[in-house]
């Protein structure tokens, strides 16, 4: 059943593409509608919309999940819930398509919510306290971006409808609330903290959910209203947060050791910079940056799980290298996902991230937001780079000798289409967008490149550099998300120290005794008090009922001899 559902998907993933590339060409979209009930003129209606995004973003999560789905048969082998895994995963990805087919704020709400509850159980999964305090985060932010839906709903009623898409006015609150839901789905500052942590959940987990679908849910939603948030004039914030999160996330991941976190980290980082392209009104380039991205992410996500499996579950890059003469294959698309990620030449990342970064040239930004953007670019080569040096070609760690020297078959096919979809997708999907004109001197046009060069020599001294002699507040600086993770800690720590302060003296404490024992106690004592100061009262009821039963039955026994 569960090899003809990753077929199911997989099958239905390509007829999509095929049918977003049919409404791209024809310039198609489709709308229906179900008003369920009328109300004072407020509809309570669905509303499916369909058009070549929509189609090819299905497309996305349905082929990324069928691989993952067939990557975790063997992954997951040996589970003792593997049923639920699956299961979860599947409600996940429903969740996913009803969210991208519904623009209706209040049919939105629904795959939203059920992102953000599944999520949970995704990330709790191996039932740990390391889980479960990373999926409380999780749910917790997760929660205010669904307030600010739930908002987003009340203030709707003004105009008689659910039907954003439908309006173009100037109405900042609800364009602040919009913007809030998504930084938080998509883990942008202040919200950054909840995806790392989240990298509890499973490995295929972290390669469907916080690569391609559920961070990028947030990104979605500001791609679907970009118009309306373009005429309330707050795009300026949004660059900034979203440029200061790339900023952030680039300079943690090159003092990271955790291999799952690193990644992670540059997820975040490419969330800032899909975020930045959207201020400045780009739809279809962010939305292509999206797809590509979520490809080489996935795939980079299953090869760290390999080598996570394979290496008895280790996650320190330090307790790694020279891996690529254990796992040729593996390294050779690690290697590969890498350089998508950089942007280098010719490879899918290049097209879409290249082009991004000479339309932030020519754009009227600030300078300050272009620099932040500039130095998270060369941090992004510099971990990637950092990442290949102390994995693949460092020395011969002497963990690698209880290696299992055999790579996985099945997890090595279910990544070899990804694989190539990843490689070769980029110049496709760009070439089907309206491309802008660029003009720009040889020095800018080349800057990029240069800035490439200059993460590379980067992230080579950091491959060397030892961090043990650190001052133990640069450390905490720099693995703390600017303080984030303190800051969080500290705002559940106390109230929830409180709260137990509470249960403990209050619920299990005065008020069990006063209204649960002591009443049971008065109760109990009153009733036998009752019952010994009219004792002689019961005994005569006793005796008199005693009598009464007596002369009935004598009664009965005269009437039946008179009747013989």
């Given amino acids: 059943m569960l090899i003809m559902n990753i077929f199911f998907f997989f099958f239905l993933g390509v007829c999509f593409m095929l049918f977003s590339l049919i409404f791209l060409y024809l310039k198609l979209s489709l709308l229906m509608e179900w008003v369920f009930m009328s109300f004072n003129s407020m509809n309570l209606e669905f509303i499916i919309y369909l058009d070549w995004v929509s189609f090819m973003f299905l497309s996305l999560v349905l082929m990324i999940s069928s691989f993952v789905m067939t990557y975790s048969l063997s992954y997951m082998h040996g589970d003792n819930n593997i049923e639920r895994f699956f299961l979860l995963v599947m409600m996940f990805v429903l969740s996913m398509l009803l969210l991208i087919i519904c623009p209706n704020i209040m049919g939105l709400l629904l795959g939203w919510d059920g992102l953000g509850l599944i999520s949970y159980c995704l990330v709790i999964y191996y039932q740990n306290s390391k889980s479960f305090n990373s999926g409380m985060i999780t749910v917790l932010l997760n929660r205010v971006g669904d307030v600010g839906i739930l908002m987003m709903i009340s203030l709707l009623v003004i105009l008689g409808s659910w039907n954003l898409m439908f309006y173009e006015m100037e109405f900042f609150y609800l364009s602040l609330l919009m913007m809030l839901s998504a930084f938080t789905k998509s883990a942008q500052l202040p919200f950054s903290t909840w995806l790392p942590l989240a990298m509890a959940a499973p490995t295929p987990v972290s390669s469907l959910v916080h690569s391609s679908t559920l961070v990028t849910a947030g990104v979605y939603l500001l791609m679907r209203y970009n118009y309306f948030l373009m005429n309330n004039n707050i795009m300026e914030l949004m660059l900034f947060i979203s440029s200061s999160t790339m900023l952030m996330s680039g300079l943690m991941a090159n003092f990271e050791f955790d291999l799952k976190k690193i990644i992670a980290l540059s997820t975040l980082s490419q969330l800032g910079l899909m975020m930045s392209i959207l201020s400045i009104g780009k739809v279809d380039l962010g939305f292509m940056h999206l797809v590509i991205h979520a490809l080489f992410k996935s795939l980079l996500f299953m090869c760290s799980g390999i080598l996570i499996h394979q290496m008895n579950n280790n996650q320190d890059i330090r307790f790694m290298g020279s891996l690529i003469s254990y796992y040729p ?236």
Avoid at 420 to 445: N, W
Avoid at 481 to 492: A, C, D, E, F, P
Avoid at 529 to 534: A, E, H, T
Wanted: with cysteine; aromatic share 20%.
């Fill in 329 to 564: 294959f593996v390294s050779v698309v690690f290697f590969i996902s890498l350089l998508s990620l950089c942007g280098f030449p010719f490879f899918s990342g290049y097209y879409s991230k290249d082009l991004i970064m000479e339309i932030f040239l020519m754009s009227k930004m600030n300078l300050f937001s272009l620099l932040m953007l500039l130095v998270a670019t060369l941090f992004t080569v510099s971990y990637s780079v950092r990442l290949l040096i102390l994995v693949f070609f460092n020395y011969i760690n002497k963990s690698n000798y209880f290696i299992l020297l055999s790579e996985d078959l099945l997890m090595s096919l279910s990544m070899v289409l990804l694989y190539f979809y990843s490689l070769m997708v980029g110049h496709f999907l760009i070439s089907l967008i309206d491309e802008d004109l660029i003009i720009l001197k040889l020095v800018e046009k080349i800057l990029v490149l240069q800035i490439c060069f200059v993460g590379v020599l980067v992230g080579w001294i950091l491959s060397f550099k030892d961090f043990i002699n650190m001052s133990n507040c640069c450390k905490l600086y720099l693995s703390s998300m600017w303080g984030l993770n303190i800051l969080y800690n500290k705002i559940s720590y106390y109230p929830m120290k409180f709260s137990f302060l509470l249960y403990s003296v209050f619920d299990k404490g005065v008020l069990e005794y006063l209204f649960v024992y002591n009443m049971k106690k008065s109760f109990l004592k009153s009733f036998f008090s009752f019952l010994s100061l009219n004792y002689f009262m019961y005994l005569n009821l006793f005796t008199f009922v005693y009598v009464l039963i007596i002369l009935f039955l004598t009664m009965v026994s005269m009437s039946l001899n008179s009747l013989d």
